[in-house]
């Protein structure tokens, strides 16, 4: 996903009445992990299953693969946005995640990102790409083979959790 498309609303602001509730009523989430099984899990079997995303209808699609490398690589994005406090799929210096993954061993023919951000698990981070129309398609993608979830936390945030998954086929 580029940085141009639009992102899920994480934070809702519902006014009902006179109440209003604002993020600063939201628990605030700032540790979290990846269970790698876990996390694999959850999104063979969202991909297993036909999904709607959006007005998309998206066919079931083959089992990803954990990638090492692409790990390394959402580790490194999820901790530069935790540190430099940036929600974006381009880094304040410009890296796309295409960039960032060119900078490694992982030679690819295609390459995707999801980001999420605030999710304390791995669950409702996979349950917020499924709900989001073009994280969807990303994740529903059956040019895609390899995947891999990285999540850090980081109190001093605005999100307090980021979440990046990349996507990848390799040559």
Not at 18 to 28: G, I, M, Q, S
Not at 76 to 100: I, K, L, Q, W
């Amino acid at each position: 996903m580029s940085s141009r498309s639009s992102l899920r609303p994480w934070v809702a602001v519902v006014f009902l009445g006179l109440a209003c509730v604002t993020a600063a009523d939201a628990a605030f989430h700032t540790s979290c992990s990846v269970q790698t099984q876990e996390a694999l899990r959850r999104i063979n079997a969202a991909r297993a299953q036909a999904q709607r995303c959006g007005w998309r209808s998206m066919p079931p699609a083959p089992p990803l693969h954990w990638d090492g490398t692409l790990q390394t690589v959402a580790a490194r994005h999820s901790r530069d946005m935790a540190a430099r406090n940036y929600f974006d799929h381009r880094s304040p210096d410009g890296r796309t995640v295409a960039e960032r993954v060119q900078a490694t061993p992982y030679k690819y023919r295609i390459v995707g990102e999801n980001l999420a951000g605030g999710d304390p698990h791995v669950a409702s981070a996979v349950r917020g790409w499924i709900e989001s129309p073009s994280h969807c398609a990303n994740l529903m993608d059956p040019r895609f083979a390899d995947v891999a979830v990285a999540c850090v936390g980081d109190r001093r945030s605005q999100w307090g959790t980021y979440w990046t998954m990349v996507l990848g086929r390799r040559r």
